[in-house]
């Protein structure tokens, strides 16, 4: 479910009571609110998953999953993580207030429920969601403009969503926090924004490019993140942007950072992007085999370009994955269904390029 505020405004109600649910529903809609009704946590994630819902009234307690349950899960999940959430507790009942901020919650209602007091929350808080549709809006924007970017190029083809995944994947097996995870997931897409500057005979030229031309096309980290800078969501995804080119040694552009000054996560879409271009097809050669890919990473790692350590665990999680996806395949063939590996797994494991550039 994509939270998105829609005509007439939605609101979910999950409550076991129903005295409680009806008293709340009639409230709402007397306000010109839509209001779905749930008897328990249970039934509230399912009608979550079936529509566009603009903000959750979740009573703590509740049989199946509570509130605070529901409240975790829906702030857990990416497609979900900006719904608001009101979780409705016992009178003064500071524990709940503190397990409910811990669960994510944005704000509180105390039984018994003041009308005056129930209008006033949820208006504001459908105030900050409009924002926040706002800057998703401007997010899925940026996303198809770098996608028509990579578009351009038929080499390049599904590269930011395989260097997305594959980002993500290694930052949250280093155990890097969920606002860096969700950096990752947008400066996989996003990072090569920039290249919306670089004049088509450049992007694509098929041989090397002249020193005035690599000149223009170094310029893409820096373009693509003034195009991203007003957005304040975006923060943790502008050092990926402009970074991603760095190497170890001081000798990337844009700003020759070594080592450890180079923000983690630009690191890891590098040894992706690096890994990409190596194991998908370019117009003067074929795709890589794994091994011979790792070796040349491997070379580049002593010369002082990419971080060693990341190349490591990336090349942990490459074999992981393969091995996921033979097994997937063995029990497919033996009619088993592959439950467990996505279509990204497969998609990424038939990969197919990037310039490099
Ligand atoms: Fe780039």
Redesign the pocket.
């Known amino acids: 479910m994509i939270p998105r505020i829609a005509f007439p405004v939605t609101i979910l109600v999950a409550d076991d009571l129903k005295e409680n649910r009806e008293m709340l529903a009639a409230l709402l809609r007397n306000e010109g609110y839509r209001v779905i009704l749930a008897e328990d946590g249970e039934e509230a994630l399912e009608l979550l998953a079936t529509g566009p819902i603009d903000m959750a009234l979740l009573d703590v307690m509740m049989p199946r999953r509570n509130g605070f349950d529901v409240c975790r899960e829906i702030k857990g999940k990416l497609e979900t993580r900006l719904l608001p959430v009101v979780l409705i507790t016992g009178l003064n009942s500071t524990e709940d207030r503190v397990k409910g901020i811990e669960c994510g919650a944005d704000d509180f209602l105390s039984k018994p429920i003041k009308k005056e007091e129930l209008v006033a929350r949820v208006k504001s808080l459908l105030r900050i969601k409009q924002f926040t549709d706002e800057l998703e809006r401007a997010e899925t924007v940026l996303f198809s403009l770098a996608l028509s970017i990579e578009a351009k190029d038929p080499y390049t083809e599904g590269h930011c969503d395989r260097l997305s995944k594959y980002s993500v994947a290694l930052g949250r097996r280093i155990g890097l926090p969920e606002d860096q995870i969700i950096a990752l997931r947008r400066g996989g897409i996003i990072?090569?924004l920039g290249?919306i500057g670089v004049p088509e005979h450049i992007l694509l030229k098929p041989g090397p490019l002249t020193a005035d031309e690599w000149t223009v096309m170094k310029k893409?980290?820096e373009i693509g993140e003034r195009i991203c800078k007003p957005l304040r969501s975006f923060g943790l995804v502008l050092p990926i942007i402009r970074h991603?080119?760095e190497k170890m040694d001081g000798s990337g552009y844009p700003d020759g950072l070594k080592n450890g000054a180079i923000p983690l996560t630009a690191r890891i879409v590098t040894i992706v992007d690096v890994y990409d271009a190596l194991t998908t097809s370019r117009p003067y050669r074929e795709a890589l085999s794994l091994e011979r890919a790792f070796e040349i990473i491997g070379e580049e790692v002593k010369r002082g370009w990419w971080d060693g350590d990341l190349m490591t665990e990336m090349q942990a999680l490459i074999r992981e994955t393969e091995a996921r996806v033979t097994r997937a395949a063995v029990k497919a063939a033996h009619g088993v269904t592959s439950r467990g590996v996505s279509a990204g797994d497969t998609q990424a494991m038939a990969a197919s390029g990037s310039t490099g550039?």
Request: charged share 40%; hydrophobic share 0%; glycine share 0%.
């Open positions: 990072h090569d290249k893409h980290p991603h080119h550039r």
